[in-house]
């Protein structure tokens, strides 16, 4: 059984950061990206930042330059480090891993979600 487990959200003033961790306990396909994204309430889901196996990087233009991702493949565990945060970050944040939509879509062809994390930046 897959489960991945999700930490680190939480709340945070404009200009301040968080470290999101999302740990695969399961038994993934290795060749599986893993990866964030986000949905405030009333907007779209949006795919924040992947990593492939090989280290492959993907960021949305509105986190570019303020989130990095990167991962520990021996703990299984991806990390989205976050900086400047804004108020417009606050969202639900999901982990997936699998394989990814297209074009930066937010969905999986295949693979599995987490449960989600909160992130709340306040101005």
């Known amino acids: 059984e897959v489960r991945l487990v999700e930490s680190g959200g939480g709340s945070v003033q404009t200009g301040g950061s968080l470290r999101l961790s999302c740990t695969d306990d399961g038994f993934t396909r290795s060749d599986f990206a893993m990866g964030w994204t986000r949905q405030a309430p009333g907007n779209e889901c949006e795919l924040v930042s992947t990593?492939?196996?090989?280290?492959?990087?993907y960021y949305s233009n509105s986190v570019r330059g303020r989130f990095t991702i990167s991962q520990d493949n021996a703990k299984k565990t991806v990390y989205l480090q976050m900086n400047r945060l804004k108020p417009e970050d606050t969202a639900v944040y999901h982990c997936a891993a699998g394989v990814f939509g297209g074009s930066g879509e937010c969905r999986l062809i295949e693979g599995y979600w987490g449960q989600g994390t909160q992130v709340t930046v306040s101005s």
């Open positions: 990593i492939s196996h090989d280290g492959t990087t």
